[in-house]
């Protein structure tokens, strides 16, 4: 085995001192914490296979097959979403146990994986009887035909779900599921600003959007990268999402991407919101210069649009590296941007444990009394004493790692693998608990480093998933097969059969 066989070997290992700490302290529970080695689960009635649903692909994609069959007895035998009296959110629940079950059937075949995810897209579904159409953030999994109200949701919450229900609809001829999640998205077009961008906060019965913050991280980002996603996952046969996808970059290139005076990294700033019009739209808007960890997704997503959206065919990806000459000038534009901001991610690695701090705040040309001697730093608002902020945490995060995995098979360039192995070494060195399982790290600036008592689903879902992937033979998940949901969870792209709403609206 050669040495990039050798890091995989790594990952796996890794991989398994995660899960064998959770199967041996909480199997069965939805969330870890492996330093008291105790667990804890989202419902009243128990788990509803938050870890173990998220996690299965990534097993199954090691070939870790005793861990596999683990599992998937544990939801053959134990995982019921009978849970009548608990409210789950709509959102996590979709991308992690939703996406993980659609995943697992994609992968597998096997039909007990789609037996459960119709049966709690049943359940979910009911979220989106509001009267606007916006998804409630949370529902009763008791599947009352009613959802529990809440004033307002989020951007991401009402516009990640699609990749899951059209899948979900196409399986199981169930139209229902594509038209409540593509009506949600009817209502979001139709109150986007002009610039192709939205604020983060949707009243919930108008379907309107609240004066809010501009942002492509928390409480926005997947819905940035559902809008490439939904375009590809119909084999691009569903244009309104590219329109919407080219806008919406058109206005983060416009009015987002920025770049430091001394170092030149590309990072993208956040408008705030000041001064408010009769209509409760910004009048204006201040640029903020905050940079939230989860942004990182859209390096990977840029490049990925790049060649495919942005390329003279119009859809089909192109060479590996792309030839200048297949990309048209809106491909170039953003396969540059891409590059550069990954480049600007990977330098918020530059800390004493060579981990990501989940915020970054950059340097401005005109600050003239700006004290670091590096052009970004780690706003520490909430430091006391006896604690870390939550701006400096590395919370085992994967968008950086995504952004690097897709670097990596659309250009074949050895510094991504590089960035990759570094990136893994210092989450072995500092987030890793010899007993078994991981943990946040507090602050990515301290060492020894500190741990906080979590291991997200994500990190074996996600981080692991697209780090092992970074070191697999491309022929592993090939880009233009599938695409990823917002939790990793690979979906096969398709010929729809159930007619999109966008071309053929149902009646009302």
């Not at 902020?389 to 590395?394: G, I, S, T």
């Amino acid at each position: 085995m050669g040495a990039e066989g050798d890091k995989m070997e790594a990952i796996v290992a890794a991989f398994k001192h995660a899960w064998n700490a959770y199967v041996r302290d909480a199997m069965g529970c939805d969330e870890y914490r492996p330093i008291s080695r105790t667990c804890e689960n989202f419902t009243a009635e128990g788990g509803i296979g938050y870890t173990i649903v998220d996690a299965i692909d990534t097993m199954y994609l090691m070939g870790l097959r005793t861990e596999y069959e683990t599992a998937r007895y544990w939801i053959e035998t134990e995982l019921s979403f009978n849970h009548s009296s608990s409210a789950v959110s709509t959102f996590e629940t979709t991308i992690r146990v939703l996406g993980g079950l659609l995943s697992a059937h994609y992968l597998t075949s096997d039909r007990l994986y789609l037996k459960h995810a119709e049966d709690l897209g049943h359940r979910l579904v009911v979220a989106f009887n509001t009267l606007s159409g916006i998804p409630n953030p949370t529902v009763s999994l008791g599947k009352s035909d009613e959802p529990q109200y809440s004033y307002t949701t989020s951007l991401a919450e009402a516009g990640s779900l699609q990749l899951e229900f059209k899948y979900l609809a196409e399986l199981t001829k169930n139209d229902t599921f594509w038209y409540k999640a593509e009506r949600a998205m009817s209502v979001i077009h139709n109150g986007l600003l002009s610039n192709g961008l939205a604020p983060t906060r949707i009243r919930l019965k108008q379907g309107t959007f609240q004066s809010s913050i501009v942002r492509l991280g928390s409480l926005a980002d997947s819905y940035y990268e559902y809008l490439l996603k939904q375009y590809l996952l119909t084999k691009s046969t569903e244009t309104v999402y590219q329109t919407m996808y080219n806008n919406a970059v058109d206005g983060i290139a416009e009015n987002l991407v920025q770049q430091t005076p001394e170092e030149h990294l590309t990072y993208m700033a956040e408008l705030n919101p000041q001064g408010y019009s009769l209509n409760s739209t910004p009048s204006a808007w201040n640029l903020g210069h905050r940079q939230e960890h989860l942004v990182c997704f859209l390096a990977g997503s840029l490049m990925l649009g790049a060649v495919t959206s942005g390329s003279r065919d119009g859809h089909r990806m192109v060479s590996v590296p792309p030839k200048p000459h297949e990309l048209t000038p809106r491909g170039l534009r953003d396969w540059k941007m891409g590059i550069d901001f990954l480049e600007g991610c990977m330098s918020t690695h530059s800390t004493k444990t060579g981990l990501a701090p989940e915020v970054a705040e950059f340097r401005v040309a005109d600050d003239a009394n700006y004290p670091y001697d590096k052009d970004w730093f780690i706003p520490r608002r909430d430091a006391s004493a006896n604690r870390s902020p939550y701006e400096a945490r590395y919370m085992l995060r994967p968008e950086i790692v995504e952004s690097i995995f897709i670097a990596w098979r659309l250009t074949g360039d050895s510094r991504y693998r590089d960035w990759a192995w570094n990136v893994f070494s210092s989450i072995q060195k500092h987030a890793r608990i010899p007993t078994g399982g991981y943990g946040i790290v507090a602050d990515v600036d301290q060492v020894p480093a500190e741990l906080l008592d979590k291991q997200e689903t994500f990190f074996m879902s996600e981080t692991l998933k697209y780090l092992y992937l970074t070191f697999c033979d491309a022929d592993v998940l090939p880009l233009q097969d599938s695409v990823f949901n917002t939790e990793a969870h690979p979906i096969p792209i398709f010929s729809p059969t159930v007619i999109p709403l966008a071309n053929h609206p149902p009646p009302t």
